[in-house]
């Protein structure tokens, strides 16, 4: 139904396969979600992309709930439908509750507003912002 | 230098100084920076604005420094210059390290890329991510 | 200090200086900004925007000033920094008043946040508002 | 289907129905759309937007139809599906004819297209359209 | 199901229907998309929008593979669900392979993410990229 | 002067320091622009980012000019003005004429206007462009 069609289990190739297989060690499920059905129609694409959001999304300075509502905030920024309701849905999955949603939902829309207002009066940034 | 003068305390009404003042004592700092002075044409809005964010940046289920994070990364996506600068410094002066920011970067990153492949080809929703 | 050079009217070919004569004309002024002499590396491209911008912006059933408050408005959301300038400009160079700039401001920074809300949400539309 | 479920008015607290009933009159009609249901998952954040929808869209200097257009044009460049939806659904109560959609729609389209050139080329801003 | 209701053959107003005629013998199609039959609802902005995307699509120093390539990228990252789908379509029907699609969709991926690295970092354009 | 300081080359770690020998390698020049200097303050980030575009733009089924104008396309959609820059200046070093940039600047302005048509009808797509 999107621009490509999803790739199945059976018509992947061995390529494809070794990737499925890593996304469903790392999390623990047998399933694949259509995102990377979709990717895998370019296997090196899909390998590439797994690779590196396995890495970014990994625990460091900044958990992995926070890097998730981050990862909301900027899809809804730039308008991803599929992209909201994925990573709404890890979110709660790593334990976002109902009042960390209301939250994460105020935020955007504050930020979404003084965003525009900023623009709109094109205010000059203050020199203490501004790294050396 | 934008599409509106900065308003000074000199050219400042009673109501926006009652603003300005309240900027800075829940700030704990005689600063007000630039995005306030231009607001301040409007006073009406002005007020509305800085209302609303006191109280969506307040500590809640999140805490300060993550909605502060949020918000840098909404920003970065709306492509808001001012912004991005004003709540880069915001963030780092609620204990952003280097380190949260190294990550805080490769999230927006990694997100905008798969935002756009998400988009390019059109992934149609997956029924287990939505709500009934 | 853009992408391209600025043409002068003394580096203009006929061809632009025709074009630069017509807005000069429409505008009642001699001033040609720097949009125009930016776009004027490819001629044609500055006829085409030009021809068509000044039948899009002549009076109808919009009156210029809400025509070019629609400008701002989209010009803002698309984070068009000289578009914001100019626009701005133009719509007070048409009567707009400090109360009408106010209430535009808040009329983009109100879409704006709950257009991130619906999209955040991923609000199913109504079917009353589908046209058959 | 979407990422938070709809609240029906049998599932709604004594504060969301508040708010319900004052959509309601102010409208002057039963309808709640999906996106006040969706909102209403967290009725702080249902109260605050409506009150301040309401403040916004209210008559002033500026007409409620024109307010409603320049809603459209932010959605549109948003990329907000509902939100076009709705807010030409409303336009369209509010009076606007088909003459006016069409030029609506033009002058979006020409706003998009100029938008993207400007940042193309990096137009420098002219002095002139520089508040001091 | 749109904003507008399409316009058949059959409702189509002469100075339509020429325009269907013109894409018809153009393409050397019968098929008319749904987008040209919306646009059709204000047959001025329909006429221009067809005149114009024709005389910018044709072949010239850009080959139509790549400039339908191009317009597939500027609607991926515009968010442009419909465009997406019709333009990878376009692509395909002028020779677009899918080792072509799958560096399209690299390019794209790459480009999104450094785009709001760039952003985000506020880097400051080297003075070699800037045209005198 | 961005939210990060630049690295130079004294500053840099061995780290960094092997990445920008190979920027130096691979593009023939001891030039190392300012996006790869503000990407050095998170190491780990500058190898990873300058490893993928390594590989995605170079020579494939699309030639490298084609992937410069495509990432010019996407960089002016989102609104990247250093990336407007330094890829309008890369598109020149690798053989874009004026006529290219001409051709480039009206599919970009006029993909811009379709889309903001597109989801300002929301046309809906037409079964043909869907895979299946």
Not at 21 to 31: K, L, P, S, W
Not at 81 to 90: F, I, K, L, M
Request: charged share 20%; aromatic share 6%; with cysteine.
């Amino acid at each position: 139904m999107g621009t490509v069609g999803l790739i199945t289990d059976e018509a992947a190739s061995a390529e494809v396969l070794a990737v499925f297989d890593d996304i469903r060690a790392v999390r623990g499920t047998d399933f694949i979600n259509n995102f990377w059905r979709a990717l895998a129609n370019d296997p090196a694409l899909l390998k590439a992309t797994w690779e590196r959001i396995k890495q970014v999304m990994a625990p460091g300075a900044l958990d992995p709930l926070v890097k998730e509502m981050l990862y909301v905030a900027v899809s809804v920024a730039n308008g991803c439908e599929y992209c909201a309701h994925s990573h709404t849905a890890a979110a709660r999955a790593k334990g976002m509750s109902a009042e960390m949603h209301g939250e994460l939902m105020a935020v955007i829309a504050m930020a979404s507003q003084t965003n525009a207002l900023a623009t709109a009066l094109q205010v000059e940034t203050d020199d203490v912002f501004r790294m050396e």
